[in-house]
């Protein structure tokens, strides 16, 4: 059972490429979601998806697409990166937000140049 | 918008003391998380709260509602305790609001 899955662990861009960021879990869980960690800053949401075909902005959407076309993935894109975009980003998946916690992945350190 | 504030920022214990981490939300919640963030950056979910009391282990997690307040507790705190302890409040539907977290660190 690997959990929730992240791939790349790092990843360097130049500002205007664009990138997606892989998350995967194998649990069944319908809710999945993307945040970013910045120093000196709580966690933020960027998308939420609670099913397959379902999602929704969070806090800081604003340079970030998702899709969720199965259960167990749940991609970040990113179609034109900014240096302000330069963080960490983890994402979670939980079986049931009201009676349960979540599973964090690994996360990925991105630096935009 | 939910504000989230911990205290304190970072705390600097001796092996064995009493630990306690507080949190503090500003609008009404579906639930409270507390979560441990590993030095190597991993995140574990120790704690849902919608109410009451919850232990595990050394740990304990409490929430007031009324207050808007939850602590949590490290009881005979050990070196491999020292993390970043966070704490999320869900409210809003499915949206999680983090407080910036608490550098706990436990000398021996």
């Known amino acids: 059972n690997a959990g929730v899955t992240q791939t790349p662990k790092f990843q360097v861009l130049k500002t205007g490429q664009s990138m997606t960021l892989q998350c995967a879990q194998d649990?069944?869980?319908?809710?999945m979601s993307w945040y970013r960690q910045d120093p000196g800053m709580g966690l933020r949401l960027i998308h939420y998806s609670v099913g397959a075909g379902i999602t929704d902005q969070g806090e800081v959407p604003n340079g970030y697409n998702v899709s969720r076309s199965t259960t167990e993935d749940f991609p970040l894109r990113l179609l034109s990166a900014a240096p302000s975009q330069t963080s960490v980003y983890f994402c979670?998946?939980?079986?049931?937000?009201?009676?349960?916690?979540?599973?964090f992945g690994s996360g990925t350190r991105l630096t935009v140049v | 918008k939910n504000e989230v504030e911990q205290s304190p920022q970072n705390l600097t214990a001796q092996e064995g003391e009493f630990i306690t981490i507080n949190c503090s939300y500003s609008?009404?919640?579906?639930?409270l998380h507390w979560l441990q963030q590993h030095p190597g950056g991993g995140i574990v979910s120790l704690f849902m709260?919608?109410?009451g009391k919850k232990k595990h282990g050394r740990l304990i997690a409490t929430i007031n509602i009324q207050e808007k307040h939850s602590s949590l507790h490290i009881t005979a705190s050990h070196p491999r305790d020292s993390a970043v302890y966070i704490c999320?409040?869900?409210?809003?539907?499915?949206?999680?609001?983090f407080g910036a977290g608490t550098i706990l660190r436990v000398k021996s």
């Open positions: 649990m069944n869980h319908e809710y």
């Open positions: 979670a998946s939980s079986v049931d937000t009201l009676n349960y916690g979540y599973t």
């Open positions: 609008v009404g919640i579906s639930a």
């Open positions: 709260l919608s109410s």
């Open positions: 999320a409040v869900k409210w809003g539907g499915n949206k999680l609001v």
